[in-house]
């Protein structure tokens, strides 16, 4: 088959198991895992969390059907095996964290299983490759995928808001990666992009179901090691630096509210009410709005994200200064926004 039908089918095929696995999921959860209201969470009433569940085995379900399928290249199913290794830990800490809720894992528990995926990674040859000294690319590594499960997890509080933002992140690797070799990167990012699209309505439905911690460190688990997984610089020596801006928007909130936290003087790691949306929705910011104005922040820095894959090294000057610009701007205000 040409390669544009097997991309469609594999996002098509992710999207399909996942739509159908979640009324099924929901209905088991509503014995055993329920997300309750009280502290951050505002909604009503208990929710089922396994929705991260369906996106999981949505997206695996895909993978491993394109892999019978499809000739791979060499060297890309070595790469999708640690993909698959990573994520399933991942996906295995945040179901047990959702099963000892409120309680939880404890974060050094966290760090160590998040550790050893990124570990997984790196053995498999999924790593960030500029540096060619494993004594900087490995714990960059380490980092960056650490960081960004949590950055994600961190964006779950509030509907849609993660998975709204899994969508953005994921086109932008899929419209960047799709001419170039890194043939996983294309497949894994398109089924990745047909999961959530399934879990999507769910997520707002009547009777719905949340991602949990095991959706949300899933999801920013799997965009983040596939934004290491793709070549950005065959045009510009700066494309290197363009999941900078595919993330930009997870790496901001997060540095923000981890900023906003010290600025009190309160653990970083525990949580508060310091998040953007959290923020926006004390001023009376429709939900759809506060959605709207994530998602349409991410696709913004997406396009400069291309842009920088493509363009000249002044351009590229020019971008990072306007980025660095507005999100200082940004930081301004919403720290003197007044939401006592």
Avoid at 22 to 35: I, S, V, Y
Avoid at 129 to 150: A, D, E, Y
Avoid at 285 to 290: A, D, E, K, R, Y
């Amino acid at each position: 088959m040409k390669p544009f039908v097997l991309y469609l089918t594999a996002a098509l095929a992710a999207g399909i198991i996942t739509a159908a696995s979640l009324p099924c999921l929901r209905h088991f959860a509503k014995r055993f895992f329920l997300d309750k209201p009280g502290g951050l969470k505002t909604h009503s009433g208990a929710v089922p969390v396994l929705g991260g569940m369906g996106i999981f085995v949505g997206t695996l379900a895909s993978l491993t059907l394109i892999r019978f399928t499809t000739a791979f290249p060499s060297g890309t199913l070595h790469n999708l095996r640690g993909i698959f290794i990573g994520g399933t830990l991942i996906f295995l800490l945040g179901l047990a964290d959702d099963l000892k809720k409120p309680k939880g894992i404890s974060i050094p528990v966290k760090l160590l299983v998040q550790a050893i995926a990124a570990g997984a990674l790196i053995y498999y040859g999924v790593a960030i490759h500029v540096f060619t000294s494993p004594w900087v690319s490995w714990p960059l590594t380490f980092l960056w995928i650490v960081g960004l499960t949590n950055a994600f997890n961190l964006l779950d509080i509030m509907d849609g808001l993660c998975v709204s933002q899994a969508l953005v992140c994921t086109l932008g690797l899929a419209v960047i990666a799709l001419p170039s070799e890194y043939i996983y990167v294309n497949f894994a990012a398109l089924a990745l992009l047909g999961a959530c699209l399934a879990f999507w309505p769910f997520n707002h439905a009547k009777r719905k179901i949340f991602l949990g911690d095991s959706g949300s460190t899933f999801l920013g688990f799997m965009i983040a090691a596939l934004s290491i997984g793709t070549g950005y610089s065959e045009r510009t020596n700066w494309g290197f630096l363009a999941p900078l801006f595919i993330l930009a928007v997870p790496l901001f909130d997060t540095a923000f509210v981890v900023l906003a936290r010290l600025l009190k003087g309160k653990n970083p790691l525990k949580g508060s009410n310091d998040h953007i949306a959290l923020r926006l929705k004390k001023l009376n910011w429709p939900l759809g709005t506060i959605l709207l104005l994530f998602a349409g922040a991410g696709l913004f820095f997406n396009i400069l994200a291309y842009t920088l894959t493509h363009c000249c090294g002044q351009i590229a000057l020019a971008l990072f200064v306007f980025s660095a610009v507005a999100l200082g701007a940004a930081t301004l205000w919403l720290l003197h926004l007044k939401t006592e």
